[in-house]
């Protein structure tokens, strides 16, 4: 035993290792001078990021992303709270049916829900054209986070504070605005920016369901990668990490001393 | 009315997850007995010859049983990696656990595009791991380490460890550390311990991380054709080289469904195997 402790530490810290080298070098390689992706690097530079900046496709691709991220949040903030509210003060004995239907989108393979709402939605005559099948299935793939964090909000509390507030002349809306809302604000952020980052990142839902067009940046990332092999998309993912990573540290800021 | 005005709550979600969930599964349980046809995603009336297609031809029939043997060997890779993980988190001080933490999630906000290009720049002929060799002088030529399953499961290992981390955590955390301590009292050596404590107590955390891994394994798509190129060809890749190359509609569903009855076999065995209890 006195030889395994000290093994299994330098495992554990390859594993560590293994962990973040494939962002790490993500982030090396977008500074790159050369035209490939050559190691060791011949020399550093940003002009990866210049052609980047140049380049409408990934700047619409990366706007795209963002909108379609904003909007199904949005949708998916009031629908799952709505949903979240129920499962913990109503649902009764329905309540492991509730949590696993809200859950579904989650717990069903991405590509096999993105591949059903395609046929689904040709089916009814809409087609993939207006971007409404490809909004719904961001609107699935965010829901089930917005609700895991406003259940762990709202769990443990029962209604009667905001009993209380209406016993004490609150209206209905007061009530929820000046009390619930304030309760479950912890899980709304947190819920957000998950949802957020998800549907920023989701592939399969986003790559059978875009459409003709403009399509979101990790499909157009996916189909540069395929036949390019430029630092320029290390670029473009090294900007990508850094969105994600201010979002982070900003809702970290604005939210988490909260709890 | 108290009732009818809380069930308002629900209501929406319901009908997105009906509308938008399970009839879309109904489709394409219907998609892959419709008749196939030329020029068109699908033909007029029934048939099952999506179903035929798939078992006739080996180049289709035979993916499935390596589609699952990749996706058993990436759950077995992420079990062994993150163990070790898990029981380390779970017993650091607050002072490192968040960082640890951190390391551990941070996959999780990067998307699945930029973590496997990640391991084509690492893996590549000459990438990261290949160059640094051949600078060394220690090869010759560069090591087969990508478009082969070597890579494959590699990076698919990567992608979903966290996966396997967090459950393992949740329940790794749940057990009490008196009772490994009360052992210890008692004389058990510490991979007694494990054996006899730690483990049986950490099973449901091992069987949901297992299940997790291998479903989202199987169905990966990104990191098989990335870092596989075209030498790997799961099952997924030939479902959706089916329905979005070849608008083969019928022949793709049919497919989908194979592979997710087979997975939900697999996971059933492995859930009896290791004597799951469903909560």
């Known amino acids: 035993m006195r030889i395994a402790t000290p093994l299994l530490a ?17 982030v090396l390689a977008s500074l790159n001078a050369g035209n490939f992706l050559t190691f060791p690097p011949q020399g550093l530079s940003l002009r990866w990021f210049w052609t980047f900046l140049n380049n409408d496709i990934f700047l619409n691709a990366i706007a795209y992303s963002a909108t379609l991220a904003a909007c199904a949040t949005a949708v998916s903030l009031v629908l799952g709270t709505m949903a979240s ?13 509730v949590r696993i239907g809200v859950l579904l989108p989650l717990i069903l393979p991405e590509i096999l829900t993105a591949i059903a709402l395609l046929f689904f939605f040709y089916e009814i005559g809409v087609g993939t054209e207006h971007k409404i099948a490809l909004f719904t299935g961001h ?3 965010t829901l089930p986070f917005i609700f895991l964090n406003v259940n762990t909000s709202l769990q443990g509390r029962d209604d009667s504070i905001e009993l209380a507030a209406r016993t004490l002349g609150a209206s209905r809306y007061t009530a929820f605005r000046r009390v619930t ?30 459409g003709t067009g403009s399509a979101p940046l990790p499909i157009q990332l996916f189909d540069y990668l395929r036949f390019n092999f430029t630092p320029e998309a290390a670029a473009v993912s090294t900007v990508s990490i850094l969105m994600t990573l201010v979002l982070v540290v900003a809702a970290d800021l604005l939210f988490g001393r909260r709890d | 009315m108290k009732r009818f005005r809380a069930s308002l709550l629900i209501a929406p979600v319901a009908a997105l997850i009906f509308v938008f969930v ?12 419709r008749a196939t046809a030329d020029g068109q995603p699908y033909g007029q009336g029934f048939s099952v010859e999506g179903y035929q297609q798939f078992f006739s031809q080996p180049y289709y029939a ?18 062994i990696l993150g163990y070790p993980i898990a029981l380390h988190i779970a017993t650091a001080s607050r002072k490192w656990r968040g960082l640890l933490y951190g390391i551990v999630l941070s996959p999780l906000l990067v998307g699945i595009v930029v973590r496997s290009y990640g391991w084509t720049i690492l893996l590549g002929n000459s990438g990261v791991i290949n160059a640094t060799l051949r600078n060394l002088g ?17 990076a698919l290992a990567h992608v979903f460890l966290p996966f396997m981390v967090l459950p393992l ?52 798509y990104v990191t098989p054709s990335l870092v596989g190129g075209m030498r790997v060809k799961t099952t997924t890749l030939l479902v959706i080289d089916a329905l979005i190359d070849q608008y083969q509609w019928p022949f793709g569903s049919a497919m989908a469904l194979i592979l997710a009855v087979s997975a939900g076999l697999v996971v059933l065995i492995f859930a009896r195997l290791t004597r799951m209890k469903w909560t």
């Open chain 1, 10 to 26: 330098v495992f554990r810290t390859l594993v560590y290792v293994f962990l973040l080298a494939p962002i790490l070098v993500v």
């Open chain 2, 62 to 79: 035979l993916s499935l049983p390596s589609s699952l043997a990749l996706g058993m060997a990436t759950t077995l890779v992420c079990l």
């Open chain 2, 22 to 33: 399970i009839l879309p599964y109904v489709t394409v349980l219907i998609m892959s007995f």
């Open chain 1, 181 to 210: 809302l304030p309760l479950i604000a912890p899980g709304l952020s947190t819920g957000a920016v998950f949802a957020f980052i998800i549907s920023f990142d989701t592939f399969g839902i986003s790559f059978i369901l875009k």
């Open chain 2, 169 to 220: 955590l949740s329940s790794l955390q749940s057990i009490d550390p008196a009772i490994a301590q009360a052992a210890r009292s008692l004389g058990a050596r510490r991979f007694t311990i494990f054996r006899r404590v730690t483990f049986p107590v950490s099973m449901p955390g091992v069987q949901a991380g297992c299940i997790l891994v291998f479903v989202l394994a199987i169905s990966s």
């Open chain 1, 139 to 141: 609107v699935l793939m």
């Open chain 1, 85 to 97: 509210l129920y499962f913990t003060r109503h649902a009764g004995k329905h309540a492991e049916a």
């Open chain 2, 138 to 154: 220690l090869i010759d030529r560069p090591l087969p380490l990508m478009y082969n399953n070597f890579g494959v499961v590699l």
